[in-house]
């Protein structure tokens, strides 16, 4: 699976941003698909995740309540939708795929992930 991620950019403290992920490959629809951040001189971050068929979101608590992860199967697309932003938020976007995850546990573990996107940057003005 090669993801491609967009939609990063600038934006002010309290503006939405809507990230999407294509996927290429056949192996989408099979993939536990997901967002990281890394943010200048701080650790790699979970965000979001969403199961196979879409059912099951997991979510940072940090970001639960204003980003919500989706997916479409048929377009091979990965969504996240980014409200409220904060610039604690200002960061580097990583799109993931999973073949295989153990448990509901695992998910926030990147580990787990086998595919990286190149990311996409985003930043939040006060």
């Known amino acids: 699976v090669q993801l491609q991620a967009s939609g990063g950019g600038l934006v002010q403290a309290g503006g939405s941003l809507r990230l999407s992920c294509a996927a290429s490959?056949?192996?989408?629809?099979?993939?536990?698909m997901g967002w990281f951040r890394q943010a200048p001189g701080k650790e790699r971050e979970f965000v979001a995740a969403?199961?196979?068929?879409?059912?099951?979101?997991y979510y940072s608590d940090s970001m639960k309540g204003r980003f919500t992860i989706s997916r479409d199967n048929v377009k091979n697309t990965v969504y996240l939708q980014m409200n409220s932003l904060t610039p604690e938020d200002t960061a580097v976007y990583y799109c993931?795929?999973?073949?295989?995850?153990?448990?509901?546990?695992?998910?926030?573990?990147?580990?787990?992930?086998?595919?990286w996107g190149q990311g996409t940057q985003v930043t939040v003005s006060s």
């Open positions: 993931v795929a999973a073949r295989w995850i153990p448990g509901s546990g695992s998910v926030s573990e990147a580990r787990w992930y086998d595919h």
């Open positions: 490959g056949r192996t989408f629809s099979s993939a536990t």
């Open positions: 969403i199961s196979r068929d879409g059912g099951i979101t």
